[in-house]
Every structure is written in C-alpha cells, then in structure tokens.
C-alpha cells in the first residue's frame, strides 16, 4: 500500500503543473463514450458542428479565462454579444459602411468591458456582483436599441462577411459536408494569439500575479488596477469579434442573443482548469473545456436526450473538475 501511494502521490505533483489535465482526460472519455454510443458521431458533419458552433463561443471563453486567472468573473458577455450584433445590425440598416459597422460593434463591447473593470476597481465591488448588475443593465440596453424586435440586414451580400465566416472550402470539400466555417480558422488563431500573450509576455505574468495576489503583486510595482480593466477590456473586444462572426453567418440578431452564453463560458473555463480563486489556467485548457461541452451537447442530440439532461451534465461535470483541479492543485 505504501508504494502505491508513493506512486499515485507522484502522478498528482506531476498532474498538478498541468492545469488542463482533467479537461484532457474528461475529453477522451467523453468521446470515446459517444463514439460508441451516439448514432453518427464519428461523422465529418458531426465533428464539423462541434468544431463551428464550439468556435464562437470559444473566442468568449478565450477573454472569460484571462479574467478568470486575473481573480475576476464577467458575466454580462452574453449580454455584450447582443449589444455588439445590435449596432451592427442596425448601423448596416442605416446605410453605414461596413467597415465603420464593425468599428463601431467592437468599440461598443470593448467600452462595455472596460466599463466593468472601471465598476469593479473603482467602487471596490466583486465583479460577481458588479457583472451581474451589467448583465441585466446590458440588456436593457439590447432591447432598447433593437425596440425588442430582431434586426435583420436585407441589404447586398457583404464580401467581408463571407471572408469572416463564410464557408471553410477545403475542409468542406475534402470532407463533402458543409459543417465547417470560417470562424474555425479566428478562433485556433486567436487561441494561439492569446496563450502566447498570457504565458510569453509581461502583461501575461501580471495576470497571474494579480490573480495569485493582488497585494503583493502592488508591492513588486504592478498596476492592478490597470491590468484588470485591460482585461475586463479584452473580454469585451473578443465579445465583439465573436458576435461579428455570428452575425456575419446569419444576417440578424434577436434580444435573446447571448442569453445564458456567460454560464456556458465560466463552466468550459473551470472545466478547462482555470480556478475560480485566479491565478492559475491555460488557454489550451479553455479550448479543451469549450469543444467539451460542444461535444456534449451534440453527442446527447444524437442520442435524443432532452436538452435539461444536457444542463445537468454540464453542472456535474463542473463539480467533478473542481473537486479533481482543487486535489490536484493540493499536490503542488
């Protein structure tokens, strides 16, 4: 007994640098059990709509996972996805140039995002609270852009838009399916984009700092304050470009858009190993948590399991990640 729990002591320390472990593990049973037991789950148009409709979502929880590891939460990103898809939506209407639409739609969620790190820093309120105040103001603003109606652009097809998230050819047509999009291609770029930029520069290391300890990240000179508004910042700005692509495959935006996407965004990133208390995760992690849920949501589709199975799963899966990451995370 003793040697076999030197050994399984060893495997936990070994585990514990790795915060996408349980993520990784988590992801292989998930599919292998699908694969058997999911009616055409190995299929290209399967593994296609769990890589585009995980690719939106995962741009969010990109930006949610920084936060995250800086010690905060945002959960008005739902509500800033349907903020950033109205003012496009309704500048296009107006006869605005795209290029100036999209100006626009990314300045209005990024300023939305750092509006919440500004609340957050300076009226000294948890960004649990904070945000979910916004979530609901957020929408309020949604619905009174829109007139609580869908916006829909009718106008010439839009060049840009097919280039954002039009059809993903090669794919499509190695695979003979029409399941893949151009978002996959923003999403593994900006996946890349944002590992380097947490894990290779100094913005990056004052995120873990603040989120492993704001009091004495101060004390070696970092601004705490300003890092956290850039990142509540850089949420809103990634936001914006997952909305963008979204609009750009459908053309219109309803006030519900967004809704219930910040529980989908926290859970692929607890589930990709990102702690709550802050300071610790990885993107890799947040893709593997994002394609996950994707995955599940698709394989119990396919199965013809009723959705409420699916948000049982999800909140299963969640504490199972944190009981697993905080044993682990015990071992350092």
């Not at 050994?7 to 059990?33: G, M, N």
């Not at 949604?142 to 916006?151: K, S």
């Not at 300071?279 to 890799?284: K, P, R, V």
Request: net charge neutral.
């Amino acid at each position: 007994m003793g040697v076999l729990a030197d050994r399984i002591a060893v495997v936990r320390h070994r585990l514990s640098y790795f915060p996408e472990a349980v993520a990784l593990i988590s992801f292989i049973l998930l599919f292998t059990f699908f694969s058997f037991a999911a009616p055409n789950f190995l299929t290209a148009l399967s593994i296609g709509n769990i890589l585009t409709f995980g690719s939106i979502t995962g741009i969010v929880t990109i930006g949610v996972s920084m936060l995250m590891v800086s010690g905060e939460f945002d959960l008005s990103v739902g509500s800033n996805f349907a903020v950033a898809s109205y003012v496009l939506a309704l500048s296009l209407i107006a006869g605005i140039p795209v290029g100036i639409a999209l100006i626009m739609a990314i300045i209005s969620s990024t300023a939305l995002g750092a509006l919440n790190g500004v609340i957050v820093t300076r009226a000294k309120i948890p960004s649990f609270i904070a945000t979910l105040g916004t979530l609901l103001a957020y929408r309020g603003i949604v619905r009174a852009i829109g007139h609580g109606d869908f916006a829909t652009y009718k106008g010439p097809p839009i060049p840009m838009f097919d280039f954002m998230n039009g059809d993903f050819k090669l794919l499509n047509n190695i695979f003979h399916v029409e399941a893949f999009r151009n978002s996959l291609i923003w999403f593994f770029l900006a996946a890349i984009i944002f590992t380097f930029i947490l894990m290779r520069t100094r913005y990056g290391n004052h995120i873990f700092a603040v989120g492993g300890s704001p009091d004495s990240a101060r004390a070696q000179g970092v601004n705490v304050t300003g890092v956290k508004i850039m990142t509540f910042a850089l949420t809103g700005f990634l936001v914006s470009i997952a909305s963008i692509l979204q609009f750009a495959y459908r053309n219109s935006v309803d006030p519900l858009r967004g809704d219930g996407m910040e529980l989908i965004v926290v859970a692929a990133s607890v589930i990709g190993g990102v702690r709550m208390t802050g300071g610790y995760g990885t993107i890799f992690g947040a893709v593997l948590g994002t394609f996950l849920l994707q995955m599940l949501d698709q394989g119990l589709v396919l199965m013809s399991i009723p959705i409420q199975v699916f948000q049982a799963c999800v909140g299963l899966i969640i504490i199972i990640s944190v009981i697993s990451n905080t044993y682990l995370g015990s071992g350092d």
